[in-house]
């Protein structure tokens, strides 16, 4: 699995949102985004455009790939 830094939970908490109501904006579970932010789980395409789009910030401002 690719290395990545995750600013996941930085954005969130600056949208003012739980795990929990992130993930179901974007139909996941809350375990789901909590591995995320903790960069243990490599997001699909479709799951990193759905919260880039929720949350108004590039994949590439969340998901920093080395």
Known sequence: M????CYL???RQKMGL???QLAE???VRRE???RLEKAQYNPSLK???DISR???VSIE???VFE
């Open 61 to 63: 401002e969340i998901f």
């Open 32 to 34: 789901t985004i909590m």
């Open 2 to 5: 690719a290395e990545f830094t």
């Open 25 to 27: 904006k974007v139909g």
């Open 54 to 56: 929720v949350l108004g």
């Open 18 to 20: 739980t795990q929990g």
């Open 9 to 11: 939970k930085m954005y």
């Open 47 to 49: 799951l990193a455009v």
